[in-house]
């Protein structure tokens, strides 16, 4: 079966960094959209930025561009999300998930159809 396995998360501090990363396994992803996606407690489940696996075209939520960089290693079936410039209010738990690439939609949670399990990163002031 299909599993997305993040990691990389953790504590640090405002202007510090964190590289994600999410191993996947259980099919041929080379016809599917990565996302990443982060739910800040008691608020709704967040687009963050995606790649498709074939070519490598990405994405990002506009607040997000010039900070966040997502990227993929084939050999490894990983996805990255490298995160620079950290700030309290990137806390949350962030989500790797998996979504045919010919599927609109791919901005939003719903379109995806696999999950990780998340990982928490903490930015203290």
């Known amino acids: 079966q299909v599993q997305l396995v993040e990691s990389g998360g953790g504590l640090v501090q405002t202007g510090g960094s964190l590289r994600l990363s999410c191993a996947a396994s259980?099919?041929?992803?080379?016809?599917?959209?990565m996302g990443w996606f982060r739910q800040a407690s008691g608020k709704e489940r967040d687009f963050v930025a995606a790649i498709t696996w074939s070519v490598g075209s990405t994405n990002y939520a506009d607040s997000l561009k010039g900070r966040f960089t997502i990227s993929r290693d084939n050999a490894k079936n990983t996805v990255y999300l490298q995160m620079n410039s950290l700030k309290p209010e990137d806390t949350a738990v962030y989500y790797c998930a998996a979504t045919p690439a010919f599927r609109s939609g791919s901005l939003y949670a719903a379109g995806y159809d696999y999950w990780g399990q998340g990982t928490q990163v903490t930015v203290s002031s």
């Open positions: 259980g099919r041929a992803f080379s016809g599917y959209r």
